[in-house]
């Protein structure tokens, strides 16, 4: 069973950067793949971007690419997103997600954590 916690949502102008953190507990955190999802009032939950535990592979949603960074600290059982140029298109609760499977590439995670709000206006 593993349980994730989001942390570093605030209320942020356009341009601005800001970095989210989720941390893990109950399971071999460095064994997960992990994904960052968002979602806006009324609409459908978006995926965000996704690390794999096999070499570390990444990906990222077109909307994010060149400005949002996914990455991993094993020792502390940690993911991050950093989020630079932010925009108030931005703007949603932001979701940590974990899956079993060390190369998962999918969007149906197994766990998730209740997520962090993160506002862009100016």
């Known amino acids: 069973q593993v349980q994730l916690v989001e942390s570093g949502g605030e209320f942020v102008q356009p341009g601005d950067s800001l970095r989210l953190s989720c941390a893990a507990s109950?399971?071999?955190?460095?064994?997960?793949?992990m994904g960052w999802f968002r979602q806006e009032p009324g609409k459908e939950r978006e995926f965000v971007a996704a690390l794999t535990w096999s070499f570390g592979s990444t990906i990222y949603a077109d909307s994010v690419k060149g400005r949002f960074t996914i990455s991993r600290d094993n020792a502390k059982a940690t993911l991050y997103l950093q989020m630079n140029s932010l925009k108030p298109e931005d703007t949603a609760i932001y979701y940590c997600?974990?899956?079993?499977?060390?190369?998962?590439?999918?969007?149906?995670?197994?766990?998730w954590g209740q997520g962090t709000q993160v506002t862009v206006s100016s």
């Open positions: 997600a974990a899956h079993p499977s060390p190369n998962y590439r999918g969007i149906n995670y197994t766990y």
């Open positions: 109950g399971g071999t955190f460095s064994r997960l793949s």
